[in-house]
């Protein structure tokens, strides 16, 4: 199957720090990827879509100078935490279509998670 | 009303007995359905897709769909404590939103 990659696994840092998480498809070129949040025990949280040479769209409620997104290549986005603060603790994954003919399926990245201390 | 709807369970059911998983939406124009597997703490993993009324078959795992219901649902047959983990239904409405998914406890 297709297989989305993400680093770091895991971070720790300090409040007022800003976090890089990379997103890579690894064998497929995605003009389209997603962020997603999940706190503990809830469902994922779309934080914004990724498109590769456009600027990212960004849900209702999600500060766009806060969490940067870039998606430089066909293959790679990236999701820069900025001033990250306690509150910004959470599991971020990303995510990546694959269009194969007609049918689009989206793959997860093994997620991401951010403690700030 | 949440768009796409799971009822958070958890759902119990012994090893080797059928899980029964249901999944209702509310965008009568959604083409294609999608289910999840999440283990704690591990992202989701993608288990199959339905896009046609009636029953997708993939191993142990069966999709149904009736867009006429508005509703999806999975089958697991000959359930193992290995299934246990929560099931994410999510339906393609130009981007893909979520349930909140079912916690399903196969035991022993």
């Known amino acids: 199957g297709a297989v989305v990659s993400q680093h770091p696994s895991w971070v720790i840092c300090k409040s007022g720090t800003s976090v890089k998480i990379e997103c890579r498809s690894l064998d497929f070129q995605a003009t389209t990827m997603f962020w997603y949040r999940q706190f503990p025990k809830q469902s994922l949280m779309l934080m914004a879509t990724?498109?590769?040479?456009?600027?990212?769209?960004?849900e209702q409620g999600v500060e766009k100078d806060k969490f940067l997104i870039n998606h430089a290549s066909l293959t790679l986005s990236t999701l820069t935490v900025t001033s990250a603060h306690p509150e910004d603790s959470s599991f971020y994954i990303c995510s990546a279509i694959r269009t194969s003919g007609d049918t689009d399926t989206q793959y997860f990245g093994p997620g991401t998670r951010l403690t700030v201390l | 009303q949440k768009e796409v709807e799971q009822n958070s369970g958890p759902l119990s059911v012994p090893e080797g007995a059928i899980a029964s998983l249901n999944c209702t939406y509310s965008?009568?124009?959604?083409?294609?359905f999608f289910w999840y597997r999440q283990y704690s703490g591990k992202s989701p993993e993608l288990i199959m897709f339905i896009y046609s009324n009636g029953d997708k078959e993939d191993g142990r795992f069966t999709a149904q769909l009736n867009k006429a219901s508005q509703y999806v649902s999975l089958l697991i047959r000959d359930s193992q404590p290995s299934d246990s983990a929560t099931y994410l239904c999510?339906?393609?409405?130009?981007?893909?939103?979520f349930g909140q998914g079912t916690t399903l406890q196969v035991k022993p």
């Open positions: 990724s498109n590769e040479g456009s600027k990212a769209t960004y």
């Open positions: 965008d009568r124009g959604s083409q294609s």
């Open positions: 999510a339906v393609n409405t130009g981007k893909l939103i």
